[in-house]
């Protein structure tokens, strides 16, 4: 089993940034692909970003293109998103997931999930 501790979330004005963070622990992670969604109030959970096992291959939503970073520590067993340029509608909990496919971006592919951590943007 792997258990999935999200961290870093908080309050921003618009146009800063937060750091999140998500610490895997149970089993390595490694081999799987991890991910970002979110889901905002009274919304379906949505992706945001997700990263191969090695790093080398990263995805996001057209909504976070160029304004949010995914990155991963295997030895460290932790998967970052670095979130810049905040908008109010990027208000959010934010869980992190990690999944058996290459490039999974629905929520069906992920097979382990955190309980989240709040994003808060204020205008």
């Known amino acids: 089993q792997v258990q999935l501790v999200e961290s870093g979330g908080g309050l921003v004005q618009a146009g800063g940034s937060l750091r999140l963070s998500c610490a895997a622990s149970g089993r390595s992670v490694s081999s799987y692909t991890m991910g970002w969604f979110r889901q905002a109030p009274g919304k379906e959970r949505e992706f945001v970003a997700s990263?191969?096992?090695?790093?080398?291959?990263?995805w996001y939503a057209d909504f976070v293109k160029g304004r949010f970073t995914i990155s991963r520590d295997n030895a460290k067993n932790t998967v970052d998103l670095q979130m810049n340029s905040l908008k109010p509608e990027d208000t959010a909990v934010y869980y992190c997931a990690a999944g058996a496919g290459f490039g999974a971006s629905t929520k069906n592919e992920y097979d382990y999930w955190g309980q989240g951590t709040q994003v808060t943007v204020s205008s």
């Open positions: 990263i191969s096992w090695n790093g080398v291959r990263t």
